[in-house]
């Protein structure tokens, strides 16, 4: 079973930044979507941006231009840059891997906290 560790988050001002990081313990040149989601208290949970194996991109429009997905493959790491923070990013940010092919499966990270405060 693929097992995902999310670490970065923390209490942070707005305007600020923030590097989140999410590490798979299987290569994740076999996994075919990584994706970063985040759930703010009372909402659903927001897909934020998406990265495949092929290494194409995409971000939800309330992100776009300030956050970055990127991953280091020899390191199975996903990262989340977060710029120009705003208070409304407030959120548990989950990590996810989609396989969908053969032995598919959907796994999520424990989550961590990014709180965007003065």
């Known amino acids: 079973q693929v097992q995902l560790v999310e670490s970065g988050g923390c209490l942070v001002q707005p305007g600020g930044s923030l590097r989140l990081s999410c590490a798979a313990s299987t290569s994740i040149f076999s996994i075919n979507y990584m994706d970063w989601y985040r759930q703010a208290p009372g909402k659903e949970r927001e897909l934020v941006a998406t990265i495949t194996n092929a290494g194409i991109i995409n971000y939800s429009d309330s992100v776009k231009a300030r956050f970055t997905i990127s991953r280091d493959i020899a390191k199975n790491t996903v990262y989340l840059q977060m710029n120009s923070l705003k208070p409304e990013d407030t959120a548990v940010y989950y990590c996810?891997?989609?396989?969908?092919?053969?032995?598919?499966?959907?796994?999520w990270g424990q989550g961590t906290q990014v709180t965007v405060s003065s």
């Open positions: 996810h891997a989609r396989r969908v092919l053969s032995a598919p499966y959907s796994v």
